[in-house]
């Protein structure tokens, strides 16, 4: 009998292959098709294809998304709703505690835990006056 637990076990993981399956003839049949095909769309027999995904045409639409930096579409960030600025606020926040701490004593933390709140509650009211203007 099992004992019910909030923690989960590890249980061992299995190891599953899916084998692929090569067909020869049919890679040589597609690879003769996209050969011709090339070939009459060159001599200007059938016409070119935009969505031909031949590989000497493929090109992802990835590369260099994670070098330019741009924003992916559709999705508008602010400087204020990122997760590395908030990480930077509460790293200053600490520090600016510990040395207020260390050279003023408990006042100092008081006095900033006053101010995080007061500026906590001015960003909740200019949220709802917002909504509440629209």
């Known amino acids: 009998m099992k004992f019910p637990s909030i ?3 590890a249980h061992p993981q299995r190891f599953e292959i899916k084998p692929r399956y090569y067909d020869p003839v049919k ?3 597609e690879q003769r098709t996209s050969r011709i095909k090339k070939e009459l769309q060159a001599e200007g027999k059938i016409p070119l294809d935009g969505d031909d995904l031949d590989s000497d045409f493929y090109s992802s639409s990835i ?3 994670f070098a330019s930096g ?3 579409r559709g999705r508008s960030t602010s400087p204020f709703n ?3 600025l908030m990480r930077l606020v509460i790293f200053v926040l600490l520090i600016v505690a510990v040395f207020g701490y260390i050279y003023l004593g408990p006042e100092a933390l008081y006095t900033m835990a006053y101010l995080i709140g007061g500026l906590a509650l001015l ?3 200019f949220r709802i006056k917002g909504k509440s203007g629209k």
């Open 7 to 9: 923690f989960r076990v």
């Open 27 to 29: 890679e040589e049949i």
């Open 63 to 65: 590369r260099g998304a």
């Open 70 to 72: 741009s924003q992916i």
């Open 82 to 84: 990122s997760a590395g």
């Open 123 to 125: 960003v909740v009211f």
